[in-house]
């Protein structure tokens, strides 16, 4: 049995597809994936902002998927003919891999816009790397423009601009000020100079996707930090010296954070199966039509929502959770062990972390802000968590207790976590839908 990603839904999938197993099954599972860890992707925000340790939220696959082997590789190919996976290694090296089952759980990568200078002088936010890089960027901004007596430069380093007002953007943007304000406190020169934080995105308010009143709540909690919040607004171009807007306007800055959402993995077109909005077309049961071998789930897979007729279900963590779950479950059922069953789930709400004290959730849809949410946010997290939940509840109470530590690591450097500028490449046509 091979998995292709180890994100929410490889995570998942090979979790339970392990306990549905009989222990005698015979049945070899194995997970290939670029890192030897699972990243819970919700907290790096707080990574970013120096409030937690990137190890907590890098979760061991060999510790904590015992009985799953492991392969370190990225997946470059699928011959569905051939049943066999073709992937690389670190070192470069090319291997192939055959499987009696397959489930395809490749994730997301970032979406991507037509806008020129974007890809050159913008950074992501999608692993460790680039949560490690902004928070050294940030840090040293600061201390660079305390260095430097232009004013002009100066106010261009203190002013950060993040793309995208979705659940990412948007706790960057409120984890942003919290985390310079602790920075300048530390350089006298710049008592007096104003930081900047803009959080910009073409839709009418800020999380589009939750509740009003948790919208309305989040914009609150920007806004008093001093967040300028643009809505309706993007950027139309991106150079070294700063943004243009869409609103003509001309931001001067060296901090372009791009958090606009993602899109499937190019892995997801390359196999040349039906793709509905680039993900896999599969059945409520997770099964790629015609091929009952393989199967689809999380980011890459267009599932079909049950609660919502003619829909798919949307690309969260806990929708793919969720669906990795099944995705095991249905491939130990294909092999006699358990009945095969369709993907049905409603929402249990949302949570959004907004620093400090301040947070947004809806759980079973009852909307909350303030410091209840706070807690049924982290508690949200520490429950979802696969490991190091003590630590980094430990961390948590330290950044209460003493602070966060505001100095640079030097591990990543810009050029090691360029934007995402890729695009997929074109498919045959008739090879598609959608």
């Known amino acids: 049995m091979v998995i292709v990603g180890a994100g929410f839904a490889g995570y998942e999938a090979a979790r339970s597809l392990t306990k549905a197993l009989p222990p005698d099954s ?48 990225e997946v470059q190919s699928v011959s569905l003919d051939e049943r ?33 200078g974007v890809g050159e002088h913008a950074h992501g936010f999608r692993n460790v790397a680039e949560a490690l890089y902004l928070r050294d960027h940030i840090i040293r901004q600061i201390e660079l423009a305390d260095a430097t007596d232009d ?9 950060f601009v993040v793309v995208g007002a979705g659940y990412t953007g948007t706790e ?68 070294r010296e700063g943004v243009h807007l869409t609103t003509g306007e001309f931001v001067p800055t060296r901090t372009l954070v791009w958090c606009v959402g993602v899109r499937p993995d190019p892995l997801v077109e390359e196999t040349g199966l039906p ?6 077309v599969v059945d409520p049961t997770l099964v790629v039509p015609g091929h009952p071998d393989v199967f689809a789930c999380g980011d890459a897979a267009a599932v079909p929502d049950l ?36 993907y049905k789930h409603h929402d249990l709400g949302f949570v959004v972390d907004l620093g400090g004290t301040q947070a947004a959730a809806n759980p079973l849809r009852i909307p909350l802000s303030g410091l209840p949410a706070k807690a049924v946010t982290r508690g949200y997290h520490l429950l979802s968590m696969p490991g190091n939940r003590l630590r980094t509840a430990v961390d948590w109470i330290l950044d209460v207790a003493a602070g966060r530590q505001t100095v640079q690591l030097g591990l990543v450097r810009s050029a090691a976590v360029p934007l995402d500028t890729e695009l997929p490449r074109p498919v045959e046509q008739g090879t598609r839908t959608g």
């Open 26 to 73: 015979g049945v070899e599972i194995v997970l290939v994936n670029p890192m030897d860890y699972f990243l819970y992707l919700p907290l790096l925000p707080e990574v970013a902002a120096a409030v937690i340790d990137p190890r907590r939220i890098t979760v061991s696959l060999p510790a904590t998927l015992p009985g799953v082997r492991l392969l370190l590789g």
């Open 307 to 342: 609660t919502r007729r003619g829909e798919v279900t949307a690309m969260t963590a806990q929708h793919a959770s969720r669906q990795g779950k099944l995705a095991g479950r249905n491939v130990a059922a294909s092999l006699g062990h358990g009945r095969i069953r369709r």
């Open 84 to 116: 066999t996976v073709h992937y690389t290694d670190p070192e470069g090296g090319s291997h192939s891999l055959g499987y009696d089952r397959l489930i395809l759980a490749a994730g997301s990568v970032n979406k991507l816009l037509p806008i020129p």
């Open 172 to 239: 960057v943007a409120a984890q942003g000020p919290l985390f310079t304000d602790r920075i300048v406190e530390r350089h006298p020169h710049l008592r007096d100079q104003k930081v900047r934080w803009l959080l910009l995105d073409l839709a009418p308010k800020v999380l589009p996707e939750l509740d009003p009143r948790l919208s309305r709540a989040a914009d609150r909690v920007l806004r008093h930090r001093g967040v300028e919040v643009g809505t309706g607004v993007s950027v139309r171009e991106a150079t």
């Open 151 to 159: 004013p002009d430069e100066r106010t261009a380093r203190c002013t």
């Open 275 to 280: 793709t509905l909005k680039g993900r896999l």
